[in-house]
């Protein structure tokens, strides 16, 4: 059996006013595919819904209850259980009636109030411009969704309907703002959990208010096609369905064309032109069972020429939407370049209705929370992760748009990650616990960096360091939401320890220069004043100097003098310098994170043995300098910002620093490579290097070079100087 299927909607155009449907009609659409359809519970929800809507009207004209009605029957043609289609026709009542949460549950129990309960808490703030509140009402719908997954199906129906609808709003600043809310976040929503049918519209109709002029001309192209190519189609359609029965295999062969917004998305990604693409025809084998899959895969590969790179077989690794079909690309049938998918008509199903081909209305179905899904639970895991709600937006975002590569444990579990995903994505889809403590990875039995682009097939390990911690660099090269969201969170968490700290130094300093003794409770009864919920919280203001510690002391001591405060701000910064108290335990900069609450200047490079001063920067917590950098003459007059630094006792040697050197080399031949082999023989690595001047005889270098502390910079310098390659090498400051 051939049959071609031609799948692209027309261009946007207004819809007739509906004609409701009845309700005896709406349960003879139930009844079709469930015969133990719940009728009373239709019956009843059908007309309080009705009744609670009365005279509302929608923008179209129409009465407003055809809008839930018209949901409902997106759901009856998903064949979804009766509980689902009382809930389609209830969602809106709460929200915009008089009709009360507990009014639901009084008539139609608790599963129906949960599920309306759910949809009403995401329309709520629905809609609006404000980000925060956009990226708020997709995190009600990810918990909600987790609870039960099909209050994201009620959803989907109910933005498909508001999308085949959008025409009669009137503002275009709206219309366009709810099209690419429908992209960004409901189309890949409907493609995570595996509905084609209501993804492929969904990101039509949105197309067609985004760009309508792409929209157009791609069907009029398609149109041209169709009647040029209609022929050539059907005689491919009749020749495989011919070559799969000559060889035994009994097989319905269909022909899908690509959609619009589909071809469009080709075209952008491959950068190519219309008459560039080789499938925008699509054909499709379906078979009885697995075995016959491949099967009909080996009679196609053994007639027709294999386009190299284009085979996947997503039945022995299924997308996690639960997808299953084998993908190929054949010079065809009329030497056409085409796209054969093949699957069995369980599989068909699964990728039309995704989810709800799973369960429906059937007794004894799979659970209806969203929890078995794994990038499901990812999206929780970034909830729980994230502080604001514009990041969560962002990270789920990365979730939901990228192409994906299946990569193995060392066991053989099979992990799915979007495509540019690195060994910490991969560490921390195993755990989050997995991803904190990764220290390295290898790739196939081989170490690899962390930052590795992961491909499809390969087998990671993740290498773990008890007590190992995430690096902020990782956030650089990540993809994942969820890798993303766990590093942020403990940079957040590590530096607001440190802020709390810093903060309690600098106020106990500030204290000792009045001669009060410091004590928490002093400032307890001050600490709403500057927005601060807790002690805990002013400290770490005034560490990231949020908070100035002089405006927190006059609050807590305002009758206090400060005669000596003001004489010390009149002193010179030559007079200032020897007064920093170096009887007070330095702070202990081992184990700072590079990047939280303790920074190292770029304009000295301090290096541990050198004699530093730590300076508290807005928002950046202190900033480490040389006491004979120049950049301090700019805080003579802020003594308050000044801290008593000083490296740890126990400095870890394995901490990498930098410092920075002035390099005159001769401009002869191999004279680089003399100097590098210098440094690398001396244990030194170059991060950076950059030519400042050339002259036929010379090259002025600028090189920073990773070193343990100041001896070992100038050991490097030392053995610089002998070669004859070097004219002249001096550690630079302020450049």
């Given amino acids: 059996m051939e049959t071609l299927e031609t799948t692209s909607p027309p261009p946007a155009a207004p819809h007739p006013r509906p004609i409701l449907m009845r309700q005896y009609e ?31 009207m929608r923008a179209s004209g129409d009465p407003y209850f055809s809008h839930p009605l018209e949901v409902a029957g997106i759901l009856t043609d998903m064949k979804m259980d009766s509980t689902t289609i009382a809930t389609a026709l209830l969602h809106d009542t709460v929200e915009d009636t008089l009709a009360s949460l507990e009014d639901i549950q009084k008539q139609f129990g608790p599963s129906v109030a949960r599920l309306v309960d ?17 990226a708020e009402n997709f995190r009600k719908l990810v918990v909600a969704m987790s609870e039960d997954i099909r209050v994201l199906l009620v959803k989907l129906a ?16 709206k219309r366009r703002r709810i099209a690419r809310e429908t992209l960004d976040i409901y189309a890949p929503l409907a493609e995570r959990i595996g509905i084609e049918k209501m993804q492929d519209e969904l990101e039509d109709l949105a197309f067609a208010e985004l760009n309508p002029d792409a929209r157009n001309s791609i069907i009029a192209r398609l149109n041209f096609l169709r009647s040029e190519g209609e022929a050539i189609a059907e005689k491919v359609l009749k020749e495989l369905h011919e070559v799969l029965e000559k060889s035994g295999v009994a097989s319905s062969v269909q022909g899908r064309e690509k959609t619009p917004y589909s071809i469009w998305r080709k075209m952008q990604r491959k950068n190519v032109g219309f008459e560039q693409l080789s499938d925008i025809m699509a054909f499709r084998i379906i078979v009885e069972n697995t075995e016959q899959c491949y099967q009909a895969l080996g009679v196609i590969h053994s007639h027709y020429h294999v386009i190299p790179g284009r085979f996947k077989d997503y039945i022995s690794t299924p997308k996690p939407n639960q997808y299953q079909s084998l993908h190929t690309g054949i010079l065809g049938p009329e030497r056409q370049r085409i796209e054969i998918q093949i699957r ?33 639970r990812e999206l929780l895991d970034i909830v729980e992760h994230v502080q604001k709600p514009e990041e969560f937006l962002e990270n789920t975002k990365l979730e939901l748009f990228q192409d994906q590569v299946f990569c193995f444990s060392p066991k053989g579990d099979l992990i799915a990650l979007p495509r540019g995903a690195t060994p910490v994505d991969f560490a921390y889809a195993v755990h989050s616990r997995v991803g904190d403590a990764c220290t390295g990875a290898k790739v196939n039995g081989r170490m690899v960096p962390l930052r590795t682009v992961l491909r499809n097939g390969d087998q990671v390990e993740i290498v773990t360091q008890k007590g190992g911690t995430p690096s902020p660099a990782w956030e650089r090269f990540v993809v994942t939401g969820k890798a993303k969201a766990c590093i942020r969170r403990f940079i957040r968490t590590q530096q607001r320890t440190e802020y709390v700290l810093l903060g309690k130094s600098m106020l106990e300093k500030f204290c000792k220069q009045e001669g009060v003794d410091y004590s928490e409770k002093a400032f307890e009864p001050v600490a709403k004043n500057f927005q601060s919920a807790t002690v805990e919280d002013l ?28 004489k010390t701000t009149e002193k010179s910064l030559a007079t200032l310098k020897p007064k920093i108290n170096k009887s007070t335990a330095p702070l202990t900069l081992k184990g700072l994170i590079p990047g939280m609450a303790v920074h190292y200047a770029r304009c000295c490079h301090p290096l541990p043995g050198d004699s530093i001063v730590g300076i508290v920067t807005t928002g950046k917590g202190v900033t480490i300098h040389t006491t004979d950098c120049e950049t301090l003459e700019s805080f003579a007059r802020a003594p308050e910002r000044w801290i008593d630094v000083g490296w740890s006792d126990e400095q870890d040697k394995s901490e990498g620093m930098i410092g920075r050197l002035d390099i005159v080399l001769v401009n002869a031949p191999n004279s680089f490579g003399a100097m590098t082999t210098v440094i690398g023989k001396n244990n030194g690595n170059i991060t950076n290097m950059k030519i400042t001047n050339r002259t ?20 490097i310098i030392a053995a610089l100087r002998a070669n004859p390659a070097v004219n002249s090498v001096d550690r630079t400051k302020g450049r």
């Fill in 696 to 715: 036929p005889e010379f090259f002025d270098i600028l090189v920073d070079v990773e070193v343990r502390d100041v001896k070992h910079l100038t050991i």
């Fill in 539 to 566: 400290l770490a203001n005034i560490g990231a100097s949020l908070q100035p510690a002089r405006e927190v002391f006059n609050a807590a001591y305002p009758n206090h003098s400060l005669k000596a405060l003001e």
């Fill in 344 to 376: 069995t008509g369980t599989m068909h199903e699964v990728a039309e209705l995704g989810v709800a081909a799973h369960w429906g209305y059937k007794e004894g179905a799979p659970r209806t929370d969203g929890l078995q899904y794994r990038w499901l």
């Fill in 158 to 173: 109910d933005r498909l309907h508001n999308m085949r609808t959008l025409h009669h709003l009137k503002d275009p600043e």
């Fill in 118 to 134: 759910g949809v009403t808490k995401l329309s709520r703030i629905e809609l609006q411009t404000d980000q925060a509140k956009q």
């Fill in 26 to 56: 709406l349960v003879e659409r139930v009844r079709a595919y469930d015969p133990t359809v719940n009728e009373d519970l239709l019956n009843r929800a059908y007309v309080f819904s009705m009744q609670a809507h009365g005279t509302q």
